[in-house]
């Protein structure tokens, strides 16, 4: 009877297990579509709390990142923040990589950013961030040293797409202190040897409302409870009371100064053409130390009516032709004296004679070659404005009347010689190259009068040293 029961009983279990296989799939389906509704309701509400980050980094790097905004809203944003996207680097340490040269031996290092916004697929855009650094390297050869292109480390990028993610996150394009990135400011913190604090985010102060009739603010028309006034006079004596906060709003008004000055220096002079001779003392006869390029930059340590004293690095020194610079402002690039002079060279001098021979000289370029020789004197001997610069300015009028001629004779003639036949007369040789430069323009004047032959030296020295301030 037991056996017989137990044969009755075991149908009825493996039923029940069949059953039970059969109902776990639909519960667990039940289960997970649960969690997928949950999740998804969650994330609904997170956004319409404004608690989603509207930034993403994207696979392009520290330089490139996704913004929910739109392509215009961005842009808007950007527009406030251009003040950030250029400047002076106080140091090269934590923003340049370094390459063939170490970078403490670079001075006067700048940066230049540029923005490249895209639209998504989604309505939102992709901004994308490239800096230039640009440094002066100081070789131990003066030849050798000029402004050298640096690659950026990443930073000056990162800091300027946090300023854009922070301004966007404000909901308002207004960013009156995007001045530099915060990278940069941090930087010169710690080159003057002060430390970091982090960079205090921008108070955005906005005004209160009026009610229509009575003029008074709404905070003024509701009157707060006691404990909400001893709680706010509370926090008011805690911020004054705290002298941290005084001498940090200090420190950053004095950083800023300093990052201001180092940004628009006073005393530099830019360079105007490539090819400018930088020179060993104020003399057209003077050693050629280098050629500078357009925009080089040098601080002015002294200048007079035609020479420009500059330092080059260190204890070097050297001399520019003051009109192949861009002087301070205020201070003009061509004299009041020399603007004067060229209306008037041509009524000084007049050409007596012209004629093919031989080189006159002992120049090594022309010695023993047929030149072009213009013989010209004074229509007044005892003309007191006729002195060097009146000269200078009269023969190169003369090398541009005559170019043309010269170059219709580049195989007959090797150069041009202008001889001054007076008691203070003298002897300016050139080459016909050095003439075909100067006219395409890769020459500036005073590098054209640098690659002349001067006899004697002194009846074409402009090289007075008087200070002109």
Not at 437 to 458: I, M, Q, S, V
């Amino acid at each position: 009877m037991i056996r017989r029961n137990l044969q009755l009983a075991m149908p009825t279990r493996t039923s029940a297990c069949r059953n039970l296989a059969a109902v776990a799939p639909a519960f667990l389906v039940v289960v997970v579509m649960t969690m997928v509704m949950v999740t998804l309701m969650a994330a609904v509400a997170q956004s319409a709390r404004g608690q989603v980050s509207p930034k993403t980094t994207t696979q392009g790097g520290p330089n490139e990142r996704s913004y929910a905004q739109s392509k215009s809203t961005v842009e808007k944003a950007l527009n406030e923040l251009k003040p950030a996207m250029s400047g002076r680097l106080p140091v090269l340490d934590g923003f340049a990589l370094p390459g063939n040269h170490p970078l403490n031996r670079y001075q006067r290092a700048y940066y230049q950013s540029s923005v490249q916004v895209s639209s998504t697929a989604t309505g939102g855009s992709i901004v994308r961030v490239n800096t230039k650094v640009t440094a002066w390297y100081t070789n131990s050869t003066p030849s050798g040293s000029g402004y050298q292109l640096l690659t950026s480390n990443g930073r000056i990028e990162s800091d300027f797409l946090d300023q854009l993610t922070d301004l966007l996150g404000s909901g308002t394009s207004e960013s009156p202190r995007a001045t530099a990135p915060p990278a940069v400011k941090r930087a010169a913190t710690a080159g003057n040897g002060i430390a970091d604090h982090g960079t205090a985010e921008p108070v955005i102060s906005a005004p209160t409302p009026q009610l229509p009739e009575t003029g008074r603010t709404f905070s003024s028309s509701i009157q707060p409870g006691l404990s909400s006034r001893q709680s706010q006079e509370t926090k008011t004596a805690s911020k004054a009371a705290d002298p941290s906060t005084t001498s940090l709003r200090a420190e950053a008004a004095s950083l800023e100064e300093v990052l201001k000055n180092q940004a628009h220096p006073k005393n530099l002079v830019a360079v105007k053409k490539t090819g400018t001779p930088v020179v060993s003392s104020p003399s057209l006869t003077a050693k050629t130390l280098f050629l500078a390029s357009a925009h080089d930059e040098f601080e002015m340590l002294d200048f007079n009516a035609d020479w420009v004293h500059v330092r080059i690095s260190g204890l070097s020194r050297g001399w520019i032709w003051r009109t192949s610079l861009e002087m301070p402002e205020g201070i003009s690039d061509i004299p009041s004296a020399v603007a004067g002079l060229t209306p008037v060279a041509a009524d000084l001098f007049q050409v007596t004679r012209e004629e093919s021979a031989p080189f006159p000289g002992d120049w090594e370029p022309l010695r023993g070659k047929n030149v072009k020789i213009i013989s010209v004197q004074k229509i007044q001997e005892n003309e007191k404005e006729s002195g060097a610069q009146a000269k200078l300015e009269f023969s190169k009028s003369l090398v541009d009347k005559y170019y043309a001629e010269l170059a219709s004779k580049s195989q007959e003639v090797a150069g041009l010689v202008l001889i001054f036949d007076s008691v203070d007369g003298g002897m300016i040789a050139m080459t016909l190259p050095t003439v075909r430069e100067w006219k395409a323009g890769r020459l500036t004047d005073a590098a054209l009068w640098h690659r002349c032959y001067f006899d004697p030296p002194e009846t074409f020295s402009i090289s007075s040293t008087s200070g002109g301030r």
